[in-house]
């Protein structure tokens, strides 16, 4: 079992920046990649970014040059810098991890709002 909580969220206007942690506990050393999700009111979760064991990241068209996954690993945490925040980007974002079973966050709300 991993646990997953997230924070950082909140409202940032159009152009600004935030950055989200999510800290893994429990099962760490079975994880096969971190990451984020997020999911828009009435749409479906969708992949945001992750980080694999490896190091090697994935991210979805629609942040590549604006979001930045990262991962401390000493610190069993996940991060995820967003820059340039457009109204688009807001939801609700989950982090994630993988082992042999996917685990969830509870989310955090990102509200991009003049």
């Known amino acids: 079992q991993v646990q997953l909580v997230e924070s950082g969220g909140g409202l940032v206007q159009p152009g600004g920046s935030l950055r989200l942690s999510c800290a893994a506990s429990?099962?760490?050393?079975?994880?096969?990649?971190l990451g984020w999700y997020r999911q828009a009111p009435g749409e479906q979760r969708k992949l945001v970014a992750l980080?694999?064991?490896?190091?090697?990241?994935h991210y979805a068209d629609s942040v590549k040059g604006r979001f930045t996954i990262s991962r401390d690993n000493a610190k069993n945490m996940v991060y995820l810098e967003m820059n340039t925040l457009q109204p688009e980007d807001t939801a609700v974002y989950l982090c994630?991890?993988?082992?042999?079973?996917?685990?969830w966050g509870q989310g955090t709300q990102v509200t991009v709002s003049p």
């Open positions: 980080i694999l064991r490896g190091g090697g990241t």
């Open positions: 429990g099962d760490v050393f079975g994880l096969n990649a």
């Open positions: 994630y991890a993988l082992t042999t079973e996917v685990f």
